[in-house]
């Protein structure tokens, strides 16, 4: 058994490693087994087996549309889940997850007012509808922290409150600019279901400075977040800087939730899910449940995106996959903590 669990994060690895590789084979473009191989080793190692039969657009669909694409399914999975068990360590509720305080809302009200402006082309070097659904999710974490706050304290129910509440309003803007703006209704509502389409190199390179620093703060707080899971005022007892806690990991995990919704827009249930199987198989504590809940949520991400661009012609959003596996599972969730009494 501990050899088992010795090997564990490497076996995880490797296998994180394989999924990435073999959903990068697969396609609705018919592209030989052989020469997608070809193909990776010449882009990655520079190795050169013969790449004469091989088309412009077979390099192209392999290297600038699936390798990103699954790349970037994998930081945002394992985005998703780092702050899904953030948040359930601070807030100590098996419910929370990276949208409770309104990120979400902030960016969707965001993304509608960029894509009723049609600002889908490049603003300051930047897509105009991901800075705005940035600045929204930022916004609005600053908006429910101020309101939560009481003198240099931030009470935990206050603050799940305000983030419901101000996720609401955001919510009634959002539907109010979709009804007077009848054109742009479809866009918005495609954007809100979560999509990885069309996206590559240049969102991978956002996201992954975000999710290394959210990685290395996470892993720099497990002990205090451990000693959290006791309570705030036994933690205080401990020694532990509760606020400063808290603030650490609410701002680190509210601006890593933000930059992906940007990209990607909203692909629930990853950071409620993930977090929850990895605390089944590995324990409560964040020393092993930080590292494994990124690889398992980054592989969940990839079979589901894969899963949503190869079934059909007509690609479905991501957030429509997720939320098949995580309604169900979430239902799980409500019944267990019924026949525990919860």
Known sequence: ??????????????????????????????????????????????????????????????????????????????????????????????????????????????????IVMNLSSNFLGRNGIALLAFAGSFLTILLVYNISRVGRKVPVATLLLSGIAIGQSLGAFMSLLMIFNNDSMNQIIFWIMGSLNGKGWDQVLIILPYLLIGCVIMLTSVRELDIMLLGEETATQL??????????????????????????????????????????????????????????????????????????????PVGVITAAFGGPFFVYLLRKRKKGGA
Not at 50 to 57: H, T
Not at 93 to 101: F, G, K, R, T, V
Not at 257 to 285: D, Y
């Open 1 to 114: 058994m501990r050899k088992l669990k010795k090997y564990a994060l490497p076996l995880s690895i490797i296998i994180c490693l394989a999924i990435i590789y073999l959903c990068t084979l697969i396609g609705i473009a018919s592209i030989s087994f052989w020469d997608a191989n070809k193909i990776l080793l010449k882009q990655i190692a520079h190795i050169n087996l013969g790449m004469e039969n091989i088309s412009d657009g077979a390099i192209a669909i392999i290297w600038n549309v699936r390798l990103p694409r699954v790349i970037l399914a994998f930081l945002t999975g394992g985005a998703l889940a780092l702050c899904g068990a953030a948040y359930q360590g601070i807030f100590k509720n098996p419910m929370a997850d990276p949208y409770i305080l309104g990120v979400s809302s902030g960016a969707a009200l965001g993304a509608s007012i960029g």
């Open 239 to 316: 020694g532990v800087n509760t606020e400063a806690l808290k603030k650490k990991i609410l701002f680190s995990s509210s601006l890593i939730t933000a930059a992906v919704v940007a990209v990607t827009g909203i692909i629930g249930f990853v950071g409620l899910i993930v977090p929850h199987i990895v605390r089944m198989v590995t324990g409560p504590k964040h020393r092993t449940l930080v590292p494994f809940s990124v690889l398992f949520g980054g592989a969940f991400l990839i079979l589901c995106d894969t899963l949503a661009r190869s079934v059909t012609s007509q690609e479905i």
